[in-house]
C-alpha cells in the first residue's frame, strides 16, 4: 500500500514565497500574530494526522465501507474511523478556523484549506465528517440567532457533534424550487419538519452522539419556486435527551467514497428551528454551499497530489525497455519507465496541474481571510469579488483536474494501477465524486458565466484582469510574460462575449460556460506558473541551494506554456462557436 | 437497471449506407454469398442474445466477481455466466468468423466485430471469455502446425474449449526481453513449461472443461531479448485426459470487470508443443495481439454506446429547472434536462465520438477481410496497410473515448450517475482496463509513430491520405469538405513533422505520439462524419420517410466540424512543441 506524504515544501513555497502570504494575513487585525513559524508548526502537526492517522485507514475504509441497521436506523462505519475521528476532534482540527466565540482558535481559513488538502490526499471519506460540519457552522454563524448559536456552536466547533446539509430529494438535486419537505410552526416556536432527503453525506454515523442537520423545508403557504425554501437546524438528539425523529431510511451503494456514510434521512415530523428568516433559505443555503464548494476544489487538489506521489514512485521502480536515447540504467535489466517521453509527458501534466491548481486554490484561500476581516472596506470587497468568481473556477477545474490526474497516474501504471493493490483506482473512484457534489461542474460553469461576470456589473471580472495585468507590467523580464498576456487576450475576448451574446441570449452564455471555465482557469494557472517562476528564478539566481527545487519549477512553467497552454486556442474557439449547433437538435434526434 | 437496446440502425446506416460494404465483401471469394439478409438476420440474432441473454447479467456479475478456491486451484465465475456461455457457443457465435476448414461459419471479420460491439454493451466482463479464444484461434491457424491445428482449433471454434494468452509476467508487461519462463525441450518433442504469468485474462473459470493456454517463454539459450522468446501451447487437460501442471494461483482484484477472471498462472512444468518456429514467438504473438488490439476499441465503442443509452434515458426524463429560452414542458414542474445547451453539449460529444468511431471502426473491419480474402494482391497489400495503420487508432482512440463518453454520461446523471443503481459506474470501471490492455494506449501511439508510418517506407499512411483526398475532389459539394482538407493538411503537416524529426531523433516521435494519435483519430473522424453527412443528405434530398434519422446525422456533423474537430489545432501545436521540455527534467526534479 502506498505511503502518503505531505507536500509541506510545495505548500510553503506557495504560501509564504509566491504569495507572500504571512505579511498579507498579518494586516488582517484578527491574524496579526499569524507568523511563519506558528503557520509552519501547524501544518507539519497536520501533516502527521493525515500521514499517520487518516491514510493508513484509507484503503481498508473503502473495503470494509458503512453498513446501515435497518431496525435500528444506525449506521457502522469502517473499522478505526471512530477512533481517528477522536484524533482529529482532540487535537483542535475541526476548530482550526471557527470563531474563538464558541472555542474556535480563529486561525486563517486559508490555513484550513491547506489542511484540508492534506486530509483529502490521506482519506477523503473520513476527512468528510468533519468537512461537511462546517457548512452547519457557517450557515449558523451568519444566519442564526444568538440562542441557537450558543445552543450548537460550541459542540460543533469542538467536533463533539457532526453537521449536514440537507438539501437534495429524490426529485429535486439542481433545482431546489422543488422541494417538498415541509415544515409546521408549533406553539413553542418551533416547527415540525416532515420530508426525504437523499444523497446527505455523514446523516448517520457512528463517530458522535449528536448529528445536526440543516435542513432546507418549505413553510406553510410558501411560494412554489427557490423564493419559497427556509433553513432549519434539526438535531439527531434534543436537549431533553430525547430522539428527534429525523431517521436514516438507508445508504447510498456508491463508485467511491465507500467510508463516507451517504445517507437517506428521513424527517418525520422532527423538531427543529428556523435559521434566517422565512424563505430567505436559499441565501443561507449559499453560505454553506459557497465555502463548501472551495473546500470541494480542494479535495480534488489533495486526490491528485497523492495519485501522483502513487504513479511516479510506481514510474521510477518500474523497469521495462530502453531509454530511446541509449541506456540510462545499463547495470539493470531495463530502464525505470520514467525515461520515456510519453510516460513523462503524463506525469508532468500532473505535476504543473498539481502545483499550479494548489497555487490559485491558496491564492484564493487568501483572499478568503482579506474578504471576512480586513479592516478597510473596500480591501474587503475587492477580495470578496475575487472569491466570489474564482470559487466555481477553483471548484470545477481542480475536481476535473483531480480525476484527470488520477486517471493519468493509473495509466503510467498500466495493469497494476487497475488492480486494488497500489490505491489509485480508489483514488479515481472516491474523487469522481468531486465533479458532482455541491454543484456538478456545469453548474460551477453556469454560476460563473450567469452570476459571477456579471457581479457588480463585471466589476470582479475587471479586479482578476487589473490583478494579472499589473503583475505583469511589473514584471517585464521574467519568464512567460508574453505567453501569460496572450493567454489573458484570449480568456479577455472570450469574456467579452460571453458577456454582450449571453446578455442577448442566455443560452448562448450556457453553450460556452464549460470551455469558458476551463480558459478561465488555465489563464488563471499561466498567471500563477509565470509568478512561480519568477520566484524561482530570482532563488536561483541568489544560489539558493535548493537548486533541484526551483529548477524543477522553471522547468514546470516552461512544460505548462509549451504544452498545456496551447489548449487556450481550442477553448476560445469553442467559446466562439456558440450554441447553434447545440440547439439544433430535436428531442428524437437525440435518439436517432 | 438499464435496458440495453443494440444500435441496429445506426449499424446498418455505417455498415451498408455509407461503407457500401456488402459489394466490397462481395467480390471477396470466401464472402460471395455474403448478402445483405444475412448479414442483417445474423445481428438481429446476435442483438437479441446481447440484449437478452448478455446485459442481464452484467450488473449482478459485476457485484458477485469471481472467486477462487485455492484447495483445488478452482475459479467460480458469477451466477449464470456459463449458461449464458453456454448459449452464446451453442448458438455458433463463438465460430461465426473462423474458418470452415475445423467447423467455423467463414463469415466476414468485420461482422464479427460487429457483434462483439454489442456483446461488449452488453456485458464486457462475460464477452471476454470468448473474446481472448480468438487470440488463442488466430495464432494456432497461422503458425500452429496441421497436427497442432486438428487438435485445438474444432474445439475452439465450437466454444467448448476457451484460449488465453499468456505474456505478462511480473517483471515485464510491455518490455517481453524481460521474460523469464523456461521451456525445456523433451524427448517426445514437447516442451516443459515453468514459470509465473499474471493478468491471465480467463486463465481458470468453470465455464468449460479445458483452457487453452498460448505461452511466451523461453528456449535453453534463447538470446536475453524479445528475439528469445518462443510460443507455446499448454493446454489445462491433456489428450490422455490427466491435468497438466499449469494452475490458477489467484485472481486478480481489480477495479472493474470483475465478472472475468484476471489470473496468476503458474506454470510447473507443464506440457507444451512449439507453435511456430523456434525464438519467433514475437511474431506470432503479434498476430494475437493485432486482431485483439483492433476488438478492444470495439470494446470502447461498445461500452460508450451502453453508455450514451443510460445518459441519454436519463436525461430525457430528469426535470430540473427551466430552459433558458422560456419553459418547454410547461405541464410539468420543470423541463427535461436535455434543454439545458451545456447537457446538450454533453450528450451530444459522446454521440458524435460513438458514431463517428463506429464507422472508423467497421471501415477498419472491412479492410481485415479485404486483406485477408481478396484476390488481387495490390488490392490485398493496401487493405493490410489500412489495417496496420488504423489499428493502433481504433485501439487508442475508441478506449480513450469510451472512457470518457461514458464518464460524460455520469456526469450528466449527477448524483444518479455516481450510485450503483443505475450501471453506469460500472461501465466506467470496467472500460477503464481497455485503455492499458492489450498495449496501454501510449503503447498504440508509440507503434504508430514508430512503426505504422514507416510501413512501407510510408506507404501505408500515403494510401490512407490518398483515400481521403479522392474521396474529397469526387464530392465537391458535400458538407464539411472545406473542414476535412483543413484537418487532413494538419495531419499531414504533423506526418510530415513526426516522420523528419522522427528519423533524426526517436524521442521527438516519442515525445509526439499520444497528440498524433489523437489528431489523427479526429481527422478520421472528421473523414466518416463528412462521408455520413454526404449519404444522409442524399437520403434527404430523396425524400426518405426516416427524416429524424437523417436529419440527425447532419447535425452530428454540423456540431463535430463546429466544436469536435477545434482540438486538432492544440494537437497539431502539442506535436510541434517537441521533447524540450519534456526531456530537461532530471530524475530528482520530478519530485522535488
Same mark, same amino acid.
Given at each position: 500500500?502506498?505511503?502518503?506524504?505531505?507536500?509541506?515544501?510545495?505548500?510553503?513555497?506557495?504560501?509564504?514565497?509566491?504569495?507572500?502570504?504571512?505579511?498579507?494575513?498579518?494586516?488582517?487585525?484578527?491574524?496579526?500574530?499569524?507568523?511563519?513559524?506558528?503557520?509552519?508548526?501547524?501544518?507539519?502537526?497536520?501533516?502527521?494526522?493525515?500521514?499517520?492517522?487518516?491514510?493508513?485507514?484509507?484503503?481498508?475504509?473503502?473495503?470494509?465501507?458503512?453498513?446501515?441497521?435497518?431496525?435500528?436506523?444506525?449506521?457502522?462505519?469502517?473499522?478505526?474511523?471512530?477512533?481517528?475521528?477522536?484524533?482529529?476532534?482532540?487535537?483542535?482540527?475541526?476548530?482550526? =478556523?471557527?470563531? $474563538?466565540?464558541?472555542?474556535?482558535?480563529?486561525?486563517?481559513?486559508?490555513?484550513?484549506?491547506?489542511?484540508?488538502?492534506?486530509?483529502?490526499?490521506?482519506?477523503?471519506?473520513?476527512?468528510?465528517?468533519?468537512?461537511?460540519?462546517?457548512?452547519?457552522?457557517?450557515?449558523?454563524?451568519?444566519?442564526?440567532?444568538?440562542?441557537?448559536?450558543?445552543?450548537?456552536?460550541?459542540?460543533?466547533?469542538?467536533?463533539?457533534?457532526?453537521?449536514?446539509?440537507?438539501?437534495? #430529494?429524490?426529485?429535486?438535486? $439542481?433545482?431546489?424550487?422543488?422541494?417538498?419537505?415541509?415544515?409546521?410552526?408549533?406553539?413553542?416556536?418551533?416547527?415540525?419538519?416532515?420530508?426525504?432527503?437523499?444523497?446527505?453525506?455523514?446523516?448517520?454515523?457512528?463517530?458522535?452522539?449528536?448529528? !445536526?442537520?440543516?435542513?432546507?423545508?418549505?413553510?406553510?403557504?410558501?411560494?412554489?419556486?427557490?423564493?419559497?425554501?427556509?433553513?432549519?437546524?434539526?438535531?439527531?438528539?434534543?436537549?431533553?435527551?430525547?430522539?428527534?425523529?429525523?431517521?436514516?431510511?438507508?445508504?447510498?451503494?456508491?463508485?467511491?467514497?465507500?467510508?463516507?456514510?451517504?445517507?437517506?434521512?428521513?424527517?418525520?415530523? =422532527?423538531?427543529?428551528?428556523? !435559521?434566517?428568516?422565512?424563505?430567505?433559505?436559499?441565501?443561507?443555503?449559499?453560505?454553506?454551499?459557497?465555502?463548501?464548494?472551495?473546500? !470541494?476544489?480542494?479535495?480534488?487538489?489533495?486526490? =491528485? #497530489?497523492?495519485?501522483?506521489?502513487?504513479?511516479?514512485?510506481?514510474?521510477?521502480?518500474?523497469?521495462?525497455?530502453?531509454?530511446?536515447?541509449?541506456?540510462?540504467?545499463?547495470?539493470?535489466?531495463?530502464?525505470?519507465?520514467?525515461?520515456?517521453?510519453?510516460?513523462?509527458?503524463?506525469?508532468?501534466?500532473?505535476?504543473?496541474?498539481?502545483?499550479?491548481?494548489?497555487?490559485?486554490?491558496?491564492?484564493?484561500?487568501?483572499?478568503?481571510?482579506?474578504?471576512?476581516?480586513?479592516?478597510?472596506?473596500?480591501?474587503?470587497?475587492?477580495?470578496?469579488?475575487?472569491?466570489?468568481?474564482?470559487?466555481?473556477?477553483?471548484?470545477?477545474?481542480? $475536481?476535473?483536474?483531480?480525476?484527470?490526474?488520477?486517471?493519468?497516474?493509473?495509466?503510467?501504471?498500466?495493469?497494476?494501477?487497475? $488492480?486494488?493493490?497500489?490505491?489509485?483506482?480508489?483514488?479515481?473512484?472516491?474523487?469522481?465524486?468531486?465533479?458532482?457534489?455541491?454543484?456538478?461542474?456545469?453548474?460551477?460553469?453556469?454560476?460563473?458565466?450567469?452570476?459571477?461576470?456579471?457581479?457588480?456589473?463585471?466589476?470582479?471580472?475587471?479586479?482578476?484582469?487589473?490583478?494579472?495585468?499589473?503583475?505583469?507590467?511589473?514584471?517585464?523580464?521574467?519568464?512567460?510574460?508574453?505567453?501569460?498576456?496572450?493567454?489573458?487576450?484570449?480568456?479577455?475576448?472570450?469574456?467579452?462575449? !460571453?458577456?454582450?451574446?449571453?446578455?442577448?441570449?442566455?443560452?448562448?452564455?450556457?453553450?460556452? =460556460?464549460?470551455?469558458?471555465?476551463?480558459?478561465?482557469?488555465?489563464?488563471?494557472?499561466?498567471?500563477?506558473?509565470?509568478?512561480?517562476?519568477?520566484?524561482?528564478?530570482?532563488?536561483?539566481?541568489?544560489?539558493?541551494?535548493?537548486?533541484?527545487?526551483?529548477?524543477?519549477?522553471?522547468?514546470?512553467?516552461?512544460?505548462?506554456?509549451?504544452?498545456?497552454?496551447?489548449?487556450?486556442?481550442?477553448?476560445?474557439? #469553442?467559446?466562439?462557436?456558440?450554441?447553434?449547433?447545440?440547439?439544433?437538435?430535436?428531442?428524437? #434526434?437525440?435518439?436517432?
Amino acid at each position: 500500500m502506498p505511503t502518503f506524504r505531505a507536500p509541506l515544501r510545495d505548500m510553503k513555497f506557495v504560501f509564504d514565497e509566491v504569495l507572500d502570504a504571512y505579511p498579507v494575513l498579518q494586516a488582517i487585525p484578527a491574524h496579526a500574530d499569524f507568523t511563519a513559524d506558528l503557520g509552519e508548526a501547524i501544518l507539519d502537526e497536520a501533516a502527521k494526522l493525515a500521514e499517520n492517522v487518516l491514510a493508513p485507514l484509507n484503503s481498508s475504509g473503502d473495503k470494509q465501507g458503512c453498513s446501515y441497521d435497518a431496525k435500528t436506523h444506525s449506521v457502522k462505519t469502517p473499522e478505526g474511523f471512530a477512533a481517528a475521528y477522536d484524533q482529529f476532534a482532540g487535537g483542535g482540527w475541526t476548530a482550526l =478556523a471557527c470563531s $474563538t466565540e464558541f472555542g474556535g482558535q480563529g486561525l486563517p481559513h486559508v490555513l484550513n484549506m491547506m489542511v484540508e488538502e492534506m486530509v483529502c490526499s490521506a482519506n477523503l471519506s473520513l476527512g468528510m465528517y468533519p468537512g461537511l460540519t462546517h457548512g452547519a457552522i457557517n450557515a449558523l454563524t451568519q444566519h442564526g440567532t444568538r440562542e441557537l448559536q450558543e445552543r450548537f456552536l460550541p459542540n460543533l466547533i469542538s467536533g463533539q457533534w457532526t453537521g449536514t446539509m440537507c438539501l437534495t #430529494e429524490p426529485q429535486c438535486g $439542481t433545482d431546489l424550487g422543488l422541494i417538498r419537505t415541509r415544515a409546521e410552526p408549533q406553539a413553542d416556536g418551533s416547527y415540525a419538519i416532515t420530508g426525504t432527503k437523499i444523497w446527505i453525506t455523514g446523516g448517520e454515523h457512528d463517530l458522535v452522539d449528536n448529528i !445536526v442537520h440543516l435542513v432546507l423545508a418549505k413553510l406553510p403557504e410558501a411560494p412554489d419556486s427557490v423564493k419559497g425554501i427556509s433553513l432549519f437546524v434539526v438535531p439527531k438528539v434534543l436537549e431533553s435527551g430525547a430522539r428527534n425523529p429525523a431517521f436514516c431510511g438507508g445508504l447510498e451503494h456508491k463508485m467511491g467514497i465507500k467510508g463516507s456514510s451517504t445517507c437517506v434521512m428521513n424527517f418525520e415530523g =422532527a423538531q427543529g428551528w428556523l !435559521v434566517g428568516a422565512p424563505n430567505e433559505g436559499l441565501r443561507c443555503m449559499f453560505t454553506m454551499m459557497n465555502s463548501a464548494r472551495l473546500m !470541494v476544489g480542494l479535495q480534488g487538489l489533495g486526490i =491528485a #497530489e497523492a495519485a501522483y506521489q502513487i504513479s511516479f514512485g510506481f514510474a521510477r521502480e518500474r523497469l521495462q525497455s530502453r531509454s530511446l536515447s541509449g541506456p540510462r540504467a545499463a547495470d539493470k535489466p531495463a530502464d525505470p519507465i520514467t525515461v520515456h517521453p510519453d510516460v513523462r509527458r503524463n506525469l508532468l501534466r500532473q505535476k504543473v496541474m498539481i502545483e499550479g491548481g494548489r497555487a490559485l486554490a491558496y491564492f484564493t484561500g487568501v483572499q478568503v481571510d482579506v474578504a471576512h476581516g480586513h479592516e478597510d472596506a473596500s480591501v474587503r470587497q475587492q477580495a470578496d469579488d475575487l472569491v466570489q468568481l474564482l470559487t466555481p473556477v477553483v471548484k470545477a477545474f481542480l $475536481t476535473d483536474e483531480g480525476f484527470s490526474c488520477a486517471n493519468d497516474g493509473l495509466q503510467v501504471m498500466g495493469g497494476s494501477g487497475f $488492480t486494488e493493490d497500489w490505491g489509485i483506482e480508489q483514488l479515481v473512484r472516491d474523487v469522481r465524486i468531486t465533479r458532482i457534489y455541491e454543484g456538478t461542474n456545469g453548474i460551477q460553469a453556469l454560476d460563473l458565466v450567469g452570476r459571477k461576470l456579471g457581479l457588480g456589473g463585471g466589476r470582479a471580472v475587471r479586479t482578476f484582469f487589473a490583478l494579472v495585468e499589473t503583475w505583469l507590467r511589473a514584471n517585464p523580464s521574467s519568464p512567460h510574460v508574453a505567453a501569460v498576456g496572450k493567454a489573458l487576450q484570449q480568456l479577455q475576448r472570450a469574456t467579452v462575449w !460571453v458577456a454582450s451574446e449571453g446578455m442577448k441570449d442566455p443560452e448562448q452564455a450556457g453553450a460556452a =460556460a464549460t470551455p469558458y471555465l476551463r480558459l478561465f482557469a488555465l489563464t488563471s494557472l499561466a498567471w500563477m506558473w509565470a509568478r512561480m517562476a519568477a520566484v524561482a528564478s530570482a532563488q536561483l539566481v541568489q544560489g539558493s541551494t535548493e537548486k533541484s527545487f526551483y529548477s524543477a519549477k522553471l522547468k514546470s512553467a516552461d512544460f505548462f506554456m509549451a504544452r498545456i497552454l496551447l489548449e487556450n486556442d481550442t477553448l476560445l474557439a #469553442e467559446v466562439l462557436a456558440g450554441k447553434a449547433t447545440l440547439m439544433a437538435f430535436e428531442d428524437d #434526434e437525440f435518439a436517432a
